[in-house]
C-alpha cells in the first residue's frame, strides 16, 4: 500500500516570493513520483515527474522538485511565483514494478492550495 | 492530439436517479482510469481499464457503479441510484501502453451534484 501526505494544506505568499510545497510519501515498493495542478472548476495538469535518473526535475512553468530517497520526500519549489500559479497542488505516486503487473494507478495526496497575493 | 474530453462537464440529479458520463481518451491510448474527487480531497482511483478490459475496481466502487470501454475506445461510468455522497468530480485519465505508460493525462471532469 502506498500513502502521500503534502504537510501544508494551505500556502499563502506574496507574488515574487520563492515558494516550496511538501511532499512525503510511504511505499513497500520502489515508486514513480508526480506533481500535478488543479485550477478551479478544472481537471489535473502534469507539471513534472521523476521517473528515474537526475533527482532534481524541472518541469513546467518554472517549477522544479527534488526526489530524496532517504526522506521519501518530494517536495515542489519555485524560486519567484507569480498570481497566475494560485491553484491547488497535488503529489501523487504510483508503483513502477511494471514486472508485477503495475497497473501504474495514481495515490494522491490531498493537495496544498497555494494562493499568491500581490 | 485533442487531450482527454469528458461529457458532461456539469451533472445535477436528483437522489435515486440514474446518471452516466462519458470519457474519451486521448487517441491510441490503450489504458484508462476513472477517478472519484470530493471537495478538499486528492482524487482516488476506481477502475482501470487496458483496451475493453477492466483489469482493476477499487472497493470505493459500490455494485452502484458500473464502468465499460466497449471497443477499447471511448468509456462510460454509470451510478445507479444516486445518492447525495456521489456528489463529486469524476475525472478520467489515459496513458499509452508502451512507451510513457507510466504517466496519465486527465479529462476537465465531470461534477457530478446530488440533490
Redesign the interface.
Same mark, same amino acid.
Given at each position: 500500500a502506498q500513502s502521500v501526505t503534502q504537510l501544508d494544506s494551505q500556502v499563502p505568499v506574496f507574488e515574487e516570493a520563492p515558494v516550496e510545497l511538501r511532499c512525503n510519501y510511504s511505499s513497500s515498493v520502489s515508486v514513480y513520483l508526480f506533481w500535478y495542478v488543479q485550477y478551479p472548476n478544472q481537471g489535473l495538469q502534469l507539471l513534472l515527474k521523476y521517473l528515474s535518473g537526475s533527482t532534481l526535475v524541472k518541469g513546467i512553468n518554472g517549477f522544479e522538485a527534488e526526489f530524496n530517497k532517504s526522506q521519501t520526500s518530494f517536495h515542489l519549489r519555485k524560486p519567484s511565483v507569480h498570481i497566475s500559479d494560485t491553484a491547488e497542488y497535488f503529489c501523487a505516486v504510483s508503483d513502477r514494478s511494471y514486472s508485477g503487473g503495475s497497473n501504474y494507478k495514481l495515490t494522491f495526496g490531498k493537495g496544498t492550495l497555494l494562493t499568491v497575493n500581490p | 492530439d485533442t487531450g482527454?474530453s469528458?461529457d458532461p462537464r456539469h451533472k445535477i440529479t436528483k437522489r435515486g436517479q440514474n446518471v452516466t458520463f462519458r470519457c474519451d481518451p486521448i487517441s491510441e491510448h490503450n489504458?484508462l482510469?476513472w477517478?472519484r474527487q470530493t471537495l478538499?480531497?486528492?482524487?482516488?482511483?476506481l477502475t482501470?481499464f @487496458?483496451n475493453e478490459a477492466q483489469?482493476?475496481k477499487s472497493r470505493l466502487l459500490s455494485d452502484r457503479f458500473s464502468a465499460e470501454r466497449p471497443k477499447g475506445s471511448f468509456s462510460t461510468l454509470e451510478i445507479q441510484r444516486t445518492e447525495q455522497g456521489d456528489s463529486a468530480m469524476y475525472?478520467c485519465?489515459s496513458?499509452p501502453l508502451a512507451g510513457g505508460?507510466?504517466? @496519465?493525462?486527465?479529462?476537465?471532469?465531470t461534477?457530478l451534484l446530488v440533490l
Open positions: - | 482527454v469528458q489504458r482510469y477517478y478538499g480531497q486528492g482524487p482516488e482511483f482501470y @487496458q483489469l482493476e475525472l485519465a496513458s505508460r507510466e504517466t @496519465q493525462y486527465f479529462g476537465p471532469g461534477r
